[in-house]
């Protein structure tokens, strides 16, 4: 089984940045796809960047050229750098995995984009 924990959210206002980190550990075998999903009060989980074992990476609209998706893979981590926070970027961001014994979501890390 394979676990993800999420890092990095906190507060900060907007125009700043953020790196969120999530840890991969336990039995990974094979990794399909790897990503960050974000769920603001009161609307659905979106998903925010995507990277695909193929070798595509995607971004929802609202991110693009401020939102990067990175792996390390010697580290087990994949990160989410964050520019130019928006106050409509406020959520709690998820690290999905989906792996050969499964889909695997972390706890969730907290990101509040506020002057």
């Known amino acids: 089984q394979v676990q993800l924990v999420e890092s990095g959210g906190g507060l900060v206002q907007p125009g700043e940045s953020l790196r969120l980190s999530c840890v991969a550990s336990?039995?990974?075998?094979?990794?399909?796809?790897m990503g960050w999903y974000r769920q603001a009060p009161g609307k659905q989980r979106e998903l925010v960047a995507l990277?695909?074992?193929?070798?595509?990476?995607v971004y929802v609209d609202s991110v693009k050229g401020r939102f990067t998706i990175s792996r390390d893979n010697a580290k087990n981590t994949m990160y989410l750098q964050m520019n130019s926070l928006k106050p409509e970027d406020t959520a709690v961001y998820y690290c999905?995995?989906?792996?050969?014994?499964?889909?695997?979501w972390g706890q969730g890390t907290l990101v509040t984009v506020s002057s």
């Open positions: 999905y995995g989906h792996f050969a014994g499964g889909e695997v």
């Open positions: 336990g039995s990974i075998f094979r990794i399909y796809a």
């Open positions: 990277w695909s074992s193929t070798g595509s990476t």
